[in-house]
C-alpha cells in the first residue's frame, strides 16, 4: 500500500487496483466465463452472460433513454437479476444508481428522487401507484418496468432490453473516483443523506474483504438481505464479481427456504444481520450437518450477542465466524475481526481494514487514550465523497479528512475496537452514562431473552431513566421482576432497566439496524 491523495484526502490505498466496477467484471468473465455469477428462481446466469447482458442493457440505456455520464437512473426493484444486470451497465456508462428502500413510502421514495434529480426510473410490480404519481409530477422521465409490472406509464420492461440490438455505443472515460451510486442513509437519526460512492470506494471495500476472509474458492453466496443497502450490495455482490463469485439470491428472507439454499446451492459464504442466524439456528429444520459446505459466516448491521456467537460456534464448528462494521459512509466495511477463534475479544467489532485509519475523539476534542469512550472517527479510500448537494452536511460530518461516524467507541491497546452506543442514544442517568451495546450484551445472557433493546426515557430525579425492550424466546413468558434481579447480579445499579416491556419483535431498518426512535412510540405515560 502507498499513500495517496483519493478525493481530497490523503489516505492508504491499494497499489495496483482495479479502476472501475466494469474493470472487475470483465476481469472475473475472462477468468471464468462459464462460472455462474447469478442464480434466482432456477435462472443461472454465467460471468460470460452477464458480461454481455450488461452490454446489451447499456446500449439501450444510450441509445433509446439517451442517458450520458453523471446522469442518475433509481432502481426500485428488489433481490432479483434485474438490479445487478442494470446497476452494472449504468457503471458502464458512467451513470449514477440511486438504489431505492422497498420499504420506504411513496412520499419518501418521491423525496428521494427529486433530491437526486432522477432521469430514468426502473420499478418492479407492486408500485404502480408509485409509478404514477411519479409521472404525474415529472411527465417527462422514463419509467422501465420488470416483466410483471402493469400500467400506461411504463415505456418499456426489462425484458425488452435484453432483445433490442443497438450498436456498442461510445461508453466514456470513467475515473475511478467518479461517483457509482447515491444511497440514502437509513436516517434513524434524522433525515436521509444521499452518500455519494465511487468505484474506487467500493473497490477498496471489496480488496479488504478479499484480505481478511481469505476465501476458499469457488466461492457461492446466498445474499438475503438487501441488495439496496451496502451489506448486500458490497458486502456480497461486489466481493463476489471481485473474485469470481456466485450469488444467489432471495427476494424475500423466509428461515426454511434460506437453510434449503444453504444445502441446495452448496452455499459457503454468508452475510447477515444477527437476527437472521438467531432465526435459522432455532428453526425445526435445521440441520448442521446439511451446512457443511459453508466457510465463512460474516455479520454485522447490530450486535450479535455472545451466547448467538457461542451457539453457531457450537452448532458449526467448521464454520469461521467474522464480525464486521461499517455503515453507508464507510462503503461498508469499516472493520472486521479475524477469525472468532476464542472469547478473549468477543465484544469487539475488530481492527479497522487493512487501508483504514482510526481515532476516538473525547468529549474535549482530544484523541482519547486507549481504553477511553468517545466518538469513532474514520478514515480510508472507502470513505465516500460526500452527501448528494449537501454541503451543510458534508462539513457537519468530515474533519481533517475523517468522517464523524457519531458511533461512541473505544479502542484497545491491541487495535480492537469496542463499539458502545449511538452518540445520540447514549443514557445520562444522573450523570452516570449509561451505554446500550453494555447492557443489551447482559440481557442477551438471560435464558429467557431472544432480543433485546434498551433506550432511555424521561425521568423526574434522575433526568433519564434505563428501559429495555424484550423479544422473549419462544414459549417463555419471562417477569420484569426475574429480568432485573439477574441484572443486578451482573451490573450497576444505574444500569438496570428499571422499565421492561416485553414485544413480539424489535422494529428494524432493511440493513438490520434496530429504529429505536420507533421504540419510544410504546414508552408508557
Known amino acids: 500500500m502507498n499513500k ?59 441509445y433509446e433513454c439517451h442517458l450520458k455520464k453523471g446522469d442518475r437512473l ?45 432521469s430514468v426510473l426502473f420499478a418492479e410490480e407492486g408500485f404502480e401507484d408509485l409509478v404514477r404519481k411519479w409521472k404525474k409530477q415529472h411527465p417527462t422521465s422514463i419509467i422501465i418496468g420488470t416483466e410483471g409490472i402493469k400500467g400506461e ?11 433490442h440490438n443497438f450498436p456498442d455505443p461510445e461508453y466514456p472515460s470513467i475515473d475511478e473516483e467518479d461517483p457509482l451510486y ?32 481469505q476465501a476458499k474458492e469457488p466461492v457461492r453466496t446466498l445474499i438475503a438481505v438487501p441488495l439496496f443497502h451496502v451489506t448486500g450490495l458490497i458486502g456480497q455482490l461486489f466481493y463476489m464479481l471481485l473474485i469470481g463469485g456466485t450469488c444467489v439470491l432471495m427476494k424475500r428472507y423466509q428461515t426454511g427456504k434460506f437453510l434449503d439454499l444453504i444445502e441446495r446451492e452448496n452455499i459457503t459464504f454468508l452475510f ?67 477469525m472468532i477463534e476464542n472469547f478473549s475479544k468477543i465484544a469487539s467489532i475488530g481492527r479497522v481494514v487493512p487501508a483504514g485509519e482510526m481515532k476516538v475523539i473525547g468529549e474535549d476534542g482530544i484523541e482519547a487514550a486507549p481504553g477511553d469512550v468517545g466518538e469513532l472517527y474514520i478514515k480510508g479510500p472507502m470513505i465516500v465523497a460526500g452527501y448528494w448537494r449537501n454541503e451543510e452536511a458534508n462539513r457537519q460530518a468530515f474533519e481533517d479528512g475523517y468522517w464523524k461516524s457519531e458511533d461512541m467507541a473505544a479502542i484497545d491497546d491491541d487495535g480492537f475496537v469496542y463499539l458502545m452506543d449511538r452518540k445520540k442514544d447514549m443514557i445520562n442517568r444522573g450523570g452516570e452514562k449509561v451505554f446500550s451495546a453494555e447492557v443489551e450484551n447482559v440481557l442477551y445472557g438471560h435464558p429467557e ?69 420507533q421504540l419510544t412510540k410504546f414508552i408508557e405515560k
Not at 471495500?205 to 476472509?213: C, D, G, P, R, W
Not at 451446512?291 to 455472545?306: H, K, N, T, Y
Request: some cysteine.
Open 272 to 338: 447477515n444481520v444477527p437476527t437472521i442466524y438467531i432465526m435459522m439456528l432455532s428453526h425445526e429444520t435445521f440441520q448442521p450437518g446439511k451446512l457443511r459446505a459453508l466457510d465463512i459466516a460474516a455479520f454485522g448491521g447490530a450486535p450479535m450477542s455472545q451466547e448467538t456467537i457461542e451457539s453457531l460456534m457450537k452448532a458449526l464448528p467448521f464454520l469461521r465466524l467474522h464480525n464486521a462494521y461499517g455503515a453507508t459512509e464507510t462503503s461498508s466495511p469499516a472493520t472486521i475481526t479475524p
Open 153 to 163: 406509464n411504463i415505456y418499456d420492461s426489462f425484458k425488452n432490453l435484453l432483445h
Open 74 to 118: 433509481a432502481l426500485l426493484v428488489g433481490n432479483r437479476p434485474e438490479f445487478i444486470q442494470m446497476f452494472l451497465a449504468c457503471a458502464r456508462l458512467g451513470v449514477i444508481v440511486v438504489p431505492l428502500n422497498l420499504r420506504s413510502s411513496d412520499k419518501e421514495l418521491i423525496d428521494m428522487m427529486i433530491k437526486a434529480d432522477i
Open 4 to 62: 495517496e491523495i483519493i478525493h481530497g484526502r490523503e489516505v492508504y490505498a491499494y497499489t495496483p487496483r482495479p479502476s472501475t466496477l466494469i474493470d472487475i467484471v470483465k476481469e472475473s468473465a475472462n477468468s471464468n466465463p462459464d462460472r455462474e455469477a447469478i442464480v434466482y428462481q432456477g435462472e443461472r446466469v454465467t460471468y460470460k452472460q452477464l458480461l454481455q447482458q450488461v452490454n446489451v442493457i447499456s446500449a439501450y440505456l444510450y
Open 449 to 517: 431473552v431472544l432480543e433485546a433493546a434498551i433506550v432511555g426515557v424521561p425521568d423526574e430525579i434522575f433526568g433519564e431513566e434505563v428501559k429495555a425492550f424484550i423479544v422473549p424466546k419462544k414459549g417463555s413468558a419471562p417477569k420484569a421482576e426475574s429480568i432485573q434481579a439477574f441484572m443486578e447480579e451482573r451490573v450497576a445499579d444505574y444500569k438496570v432497566p428499571k422499565l421492561i416491556t416485553f414485544i413480539d419483535e424489535l422494529p428494524r431498518n432493511p440493513g438490520g439496524k434496530i429504529l429505536k426512535q
Open 182 to 213: 447515491i444511497m440514502f442513509t437509513s436516517g434513524t437519526t434524522g433525515m436521509p443523506k444521499g452518500a455519494v460512492g465511487s468505484h474506487v470506494n467500493v473497490i477498496h471495500s471489496a480488496l479488504h474483504y478479499k484480505e481478511v476472509f
